[in-house]
């Protein structure tokens, strides 16, 4: 059966933590760098992607798997978020935004 959302947002909670400690992430919890994960919601056919970075800075070039999965997936692609440990909100490209780490906590 597929995750409830409350699971879905306690893996990304844990998995920010992680990341926010600089620990490896790889295959923590059954995720694997590089792999797309996607859950069905109330927004069927819409895809939200969301990376989480362990650096203090991000780069456009950070943002390459959620600009493969916006090409993907075309008009269904809703918007991309790289979680990382900085302390600003940057665009990355076309519906992709950099978020600090810390806005999980505010």
Request: aromatic share 6%; no cysteine.
């Amino acid at each position: 059966a597929p995750a409830s959302p409350k699971e879905i947002a306690e893996k990304a909670a844990v998995a920010a933590a992680a990341a926010a400690n600089k620990k490896p992430v790889n295959t923590r919890h059954g995720f694997k760098t590089n792999e797309w994960v996607v859950y069905p919601s109330h927004g069927v056919g819409r895809i939200v992607g969301i990376e989480v970075k362990s650096g203090s800075s991000v780069r456009p070039g950070d943002a390459a798997g959620l600009v493969a999965l916006a090409e993907a997936t075309g008009t269904r692609f809703v918007r991309g978020v790289v979680m990382y440990g900085g302390d600003q909100l940057l665009p990355l490209g076309r519906q992709i935004w950099s978020v600090p780490l810390s806005v999980l906590w505010r």
